[in-house]
Structures are given as C-alpha cells and as structure tokens.
T-cell receptor
Framework: AQTVTQSQPEMSVQEAETVTLSCTYD???????LFWYKQPPSRQMILVIR??????QNATENRFSVNFQKAAKSFSLKISDSQLGDTAMYFC????????????FGSGTRLLVRP | GAGVSQSPSNKVTEKGKDVELRCDPI?????LYWYRQSLGQGLEFLIY????????KSGLPSDRFSAERTGGSVSTLTIQRTQQEDSAVYLC???????????FGPGTRLTVT
C-alpha cells in the first residue's frame, strides 16, 4: 500500500524568507501524481502545486516550487518570499494513475509565517 | 464559477443518532470524493463516485457509513447510529472529466456528543 510521510509537524519562517517542507512516499507504482495542498483555518483545501511522476522537470507555480526526486521518492515544497497568508497546514498527497485517483495524504506540516 | 459546497457547515448530534451530510460538486464535474479528517487518523479517503459506474467504497470504515449520488450531481453521506469516534471534518471534492485535480469543499465538522 502507498504511504506518504511528512516528518515535520511544525515549521516556522520569517516573512519574505524561504522555507522547504519535506515529503516522502512509498509506492511500487511507476506512474502517479503528487500534490501539495494548503489548508488555512477556514478548512478549505487549496491545491498549491502538482507533479506528474513521468515528468522530470520540477513543477513551479509562482512562489511555490517542488524538488521531485523519483528515485528517492521525495517530493519537497519550497515556498519563496513567504507571506503572512501562507500560514496554514500543508499536506502532501499521492494519487495512483488508476481509475479513481483517490488521494493518500501525509499527516501535514503546520507552517507559521512570522511578521 | 461556484466551487464545491457542503452543508451543513457544522453539525452536533447525540451518540446513536443518524446524520446526513450533503455535497454539491462543481457543475460539470463527473467525479466526486468523500474524505474524513480526524485528529487521530488524519485525512482518509472514504468513497468515490464516477458517472454511472459503481462507486469505490473501499474507504468506508464500517457498514454504518453509506453514500449515494443522485442524478450524477449532489451526494449525501449518511452515518447511522453515530459514535463519538465519528467526530471529524468530512470533506467532499470533485474533479472534471479528463482531469485528476480535486477541488475541495469547505467541509462539514461533525461533533458527536
């Protein structure tokens, strides 16, 4: 069975600085998707960034980028120029390329951006 | 356009009562998912609907949990004879055809007293 591990329960970063959140996963599949979701106190899960396993190029979305290491089964999220609005829980998630794409989530990292 | 909506936002119920949670997916989205977010278990997949296909119920924790999707749109998650361990936030998500990105609703916080 696939598993997703986030080893950092909490992280803190100064506004405008850069922070990296870690995620590792375990799977025997070769084709899959990886995601980072943000969950602010409002509870709404917001997709931050996604990566297809068959793509070698790391995904980027504005201030958010990933370091995808397929062989190491690692998928870290880098947030540059951190903003107060980035304060939230961040969940790493895995989806197998089967018919359902159901998400398997890590336990989350609580990120606090300090002013 | 409108996002995924869920109702009620919060629900408090007594142990042993039945509850129904509702999800309205984004218009045109054919796939619908239910997840549960609890302190002890984190985020767990419950059930998946895709069009007229048989749902994937592999994540439902017990036979007290059931879900249906009427007309390929609105879905209702029903929990019978609620227990305190059912207390959690229940999240719904939907996906458009030919896509895999899931868009989530704001969730329903269920508290069983």
């Amino acid at each position: 069975a696939q598993t997703v591990t986030q080893s950092q329960p909490e992280m803190s970063v100064q506004e405008a600085e850069t922070v990296t959140l870690s995620c590792t996963y375990d799977t025997s599949e070769n084709n899959y998707y990886l995601f980072w979701y943000k969950q602010p106190p409002s509870r709404q899960m917001i997709l931050v960034i996604r990566q297809e396993a068959y793509k070698q190029q790391n995904a980027t979305e504005n201030r958010f980028s990933v370091n995808f290491q397929k062989a190491a089964k690692s998928f870290s999220l880098k947030i540059s120029d951190s903003q107060l609005g980035d304060t939230a829980m961040y969940f790493c998630a895995f989806a197998e390329m089967d018919s359902s794409y159901k998400l398997i989530f890590g336990s989350g990292t609580r990120l606090l951006v300090r002013p | 356009g409108a996002g995924v909506s869920q109702s009620p936002s919060n629900k408090v119920t007594e142990k042993g009562k039945d509850v129904e949670l509702r999800c309205d997916p984004i218009s045109g989205h054919t796939a619908l998912y239910w997840y549960r977010q609890s302190l002890g278990q984190g985020l767990e997949f419950l059930i998946y609907f895709q069009g007229n296909s048989a749902p994937d119920k592999s994540g439902l924790p017990s036979d007290r949990f059931s879900a249906e999707r009427t007309g390929g749109s609105v879905s209702t998650l029903t929990i019978q004879r609620t227990q305190q361990e059912d207390s959690a936030v229940y999240l719904c998500a939907s996906t458009s055809p030919q896509a895999y990105e899931q868009y989530f609703g704001p969730g329903t916080r269920l508290t069983v007293t």
